[in-house]
């Protein structure tokens, strides 16, 4: 399946919802649904730095993030899902998709966290210890619950 057929299975409102990952993932490090100029230069500069680094559907996903950019903060507000939800919508999605596309889409949404965590950080060459920790908790939230089973250290054959 190529990239545009990948982006036809989505109904508008599923696309919506994938489109706004990677501001979900901004809000839960800032801490806030308002992003100053500062904040939202960072976000753009982490779209383009992750849509780099990949090479499948999540460069398409980042692409139309990034040619919407006009209307995705207005349309972010109009959303007003809170972060968890909004980042657990994105898992619903990404249960649907292949293992190569959701872990291709996840690192990319991710991606734009880390960019703009290191943004934020000393010297813009690092995570602070709370980004980092928040970068964790968002990793966790977008597991699948397959992929949660799998990494549940109580099903491990090793004594605890």
Known sequence: MSVSQWREQWTDPEWATLRLGPVWVLSAIAGRVRFDPDERSAFWDAVTDAALR???????LLGTVA??????????ERDGRPVVSGLLAVTRLLERMSPDTRDDVRASILGVGESVARARGP??????LEDEQTLLLVGQLLQTSAEE??????????AI
Do not use: I, K, Q, V
């Not at 010297?123 to 602070?128: C, D």
């Not at 089973?149 to 491990?156: I, T, V, Y």
């Open 54 to 60: 990949s090479t499948g559907p999540g460069r398409e």
């Open 123 to 128: 010297f813009g060459r690092r995570m602070t």
């Open 149 to 158: 089973a799998d990494d549940n250290p109580l099903d491990s054959s090793t």
């Open 67 to 76: 040619a919407e950019r006009r209307w995705l903060w207005d349309d972010f």
